[in-house]
């Protein structure tokens, strides 16, 4: 018995062995005394939404408390990587009228002060979502064109540009869901593009909806095109935190990719 469980334990250690071998040592070892002239960009990108269906509506771990948490930590890790001269900045896109409007106004004001003071600082991004949490792919035109237009500026005050004054004009609709026609009315709104989940995950993902793309195409920018509406617009592949295989194994890979330029421009990694 104890040398089955001697043996037991060495074949988990040889399994340990070569996944380290194959996974994090080889990758960097053949990275050794190449360079590259491309980079890669790690784009963090936060969601601020705290008007949940699973979720009560108190300033409390049971409700948006958790939220107001986990946001306040993140703000305060970007200000101490940048008074290391670390260049980090966020990217960060709203719910507007349950969040922007209502909630941290007057459970948590300094959020809003500190995102406006690192978007003036350190050059943090805004970009659009929804207005009122809405799912535009299951909205009508009109009900579309007025989620977003109250997103970018609304006479509650609550809008992206009312609140930041400058934005980027991407948008990150609720849930990572769009569906054909919401192209055409972004663009009419002067939006170029659109981020939206390319991960293994089961839900608001376009992976499932298309062939497979290449590294390359993966971790850059694409070109949506619908021949049936003539819709074009730019889609920003982003993955979730919570990906199947690890962000840093990921990264590990783009960064391999890069020096063999199997990518042959920059890559971006957009979480």
Known sequence: MKKIIRYVCYGILLVVFVYACGYMVIPKLL???????????????????????????????????????????????????????????????????????????QYAPDIIANIKRRVKEHGDEIILMSYNNGLVSAMTQDECMYSVKYAISNPRRSGVKDIFKDYSPFVRPQEMMATSGNYELYKQLGLQGIVLYYSGIPFDAFRVFVDELSLEEAHNPLMYHNKNTHEKMMVIPAYNQLQPISIHRLLCAIVLFVEHKSIRVHALLML
């Open 31 to 105: 990275t050794i005394g190449k360079h590259s002239n491309h980079n890669v960009y790690v784009s963090l990108g936060f969601h601020v939404n705290m008007y949940h269906s699973y979720r009560i509506d108190t300033n409390d771990e049971a409700g948006f408390g958790k939220d107001i948490r986990v946001i306040r930590k993140i703000i305060e890790v970007l200000d101490e990587k940048n008074k290391k001269g670390i260049p980090v900045k966020g990217v960060w896109d709203f719910e507007n009228l349950f969040t922007l409007e209502e909630i941290l106004p």
